[in-house]
Structures are given as C-alpha cells and as structure tokens.
C-alpha cells in the first residue's frame, strides 16, 4: 500500500500526558499536512510543512503543539499536556509540488484521540 | 478569506433516485474547489476537483459538480443514488497561494433501500 499513514491509529489518554502521533506520507510527496476534526465538523488545517520547513501554522496550534518533519519524509504531531477539548481525529494529508495548478491532497486514516 | 457553506447537514434519499449535495463558497480569489467523501472509519477520498477549466467537473463513482461563479456554488450531483454512496460529503476550497484546504462541516448522506 502506497498510501498516507498514520500511527497509531487510536490513542487513548489520561488528561496532562503527552502524545505523539506519526504521519508517513506518499513518497515522492514534498508537502505534509496536519488536520483536526471533532465530531460532526469538518477537517480544520493545523500546519503545513515543504519538505523539512514549516511554512504555515493555523492559529488553532496551540504552544501545547508541536510538529516536526526532520528528514524531509515523515512527521510527528507532538501534544503536551493534553486537555479533554484535544480528544479529536488528527489527519495528516500529503501532496506534490503542483506543476500548474493546485493539487489534491491525499490523506490518511488519521488517528483518533480520546483523552480521559 | 474563503470559506464553504454546505446547507443540509443530512440527506436521506432512495436508491436510484438522484444526489443533490449543496454547497456555497465563498473566496476572495479565483478558488479551486473539491468534494470529498469520507466513509466510515476510512480516509478522506477525492471525489473530484475544479480548477478553472471547464465549469462541469466529472469525478468518480459518478458523480459530478457543477461551479457557477455567478451563484457562487458548486453542488454535488449525481444521476441515480447507490446503497454504497452512504457516506459523510464535504466541500473544500483552496486558493492559489494558500496551502490550507478549508473543509465545510459536511454533508451526511444516508440511501434507503
């Protein structure tokens, strides 16, 4: 399977631990994105990253989040001191550089976090 | 900013009788627009995609949207409703310089034998 992964794929938690949580995207992908849906919403963007460089972080990335993507390839999605309003499903999405005009982002089952 | 509006939160309709999934935009550029469908406990899949080209966008399964900047919608059709169509529908936007999707809060359509 060439697809986006995620890991793991369910996540439970007690209220001030930290989590983190694994995206490994498409291969030949140079773009990686975070995502957050709560129940019965849609996706909301977290963070983007080209290759290993954050370029964008949404408003909704507390200082509690952080993301990295060292080499380039996969991603972690780090949560400190995790509150109950963090209990969501974490997407991770990837994407080519678009030749010409913007491209779809392909994504992965995402991992679904309960925080107790 | 953009932003998506989809105005049914759920749609019941019969097998074999058409889809109609609504969906406004709202963007402050030329938007590329897409629908995506999610089933449970499975990924986000594309549907289909807009990007100024032709105006009517055919997707998979059969389905199909329509972009009518002058209504500033893009709904979601198609022809005759599948028992495996039962699924959660959203309507995403994107702008060209922004590489953030902006998901709309979804469309649950349910297909009643």
């Known amino acids: 399977d060439t697809g986006v992964s995620q890991n793991p794929r369910h996540k439970i938690t007690k209220r001030g631990q930290n989590v983190t949580f694994r995206c490994d995207p498409i291969s030949e992908h140079n773009r990686l994105y975070w995502y957050r849906q709560t129940l019965g919403q849609g996706p909301e963007f977290l963070t983007y990253?080209?290759?290993?460089?954050?370029?964008?972080k949404s408003r909704l990335l507390s200082d509690r989040f952080s993301a990295e993507r060292p080499k380039g390839s996969f991603s972690t999605l780090e949560i400190q001191r995790t509150e109950q309003g963090d209990s969501a499903m974490y997407l991770c999405a990837s994407s080519p550089i678009p030749t010409s005009t913007v491209p779809e982002q392909y994504f992965g089952p995402g991992t679904r976090l309960t925080v107790t | 900013a953009q932003s998506v509006t989809q105005l049914d939160s759920h749609v019941s309709v019969s097998e074999g009788t058409p889809v109609l999934l609504r969906c406004n935009y709202s963007?402050?550029?030329?938007?590329?627009l897409f629908w995506y469908v999610q089933h449970p406990n499975k990924g986000l899949q594309l549907l289909l995609k807009y990007t100024s080209a032709a105006t009517l966008v055919k997707g998979i399964n059969g389905f199909e949207a329509e972009f009518k900047k002058s209504e500033t919608s893009f709904h979601l059709t198609k022809p005759s409703a599948h028992m495996s169509d039962a699924a959660e529908y959203f309507c995403?936007?994107?702008?060209?310089?922004?590489?953030?999707?902006?998901f709309g809060s979804g469309t649950r359509l349910q297909v009643q034998p």
């Open positions: 990253f080209q290759n290993e460089a954050q370029l964008e």
């Open positions: 963007s402050s550029y030329s938007p590329s």
């Open positions: 995403v936007v994107s702008q060209e310089g922004r590489r953030a999707l902006t």
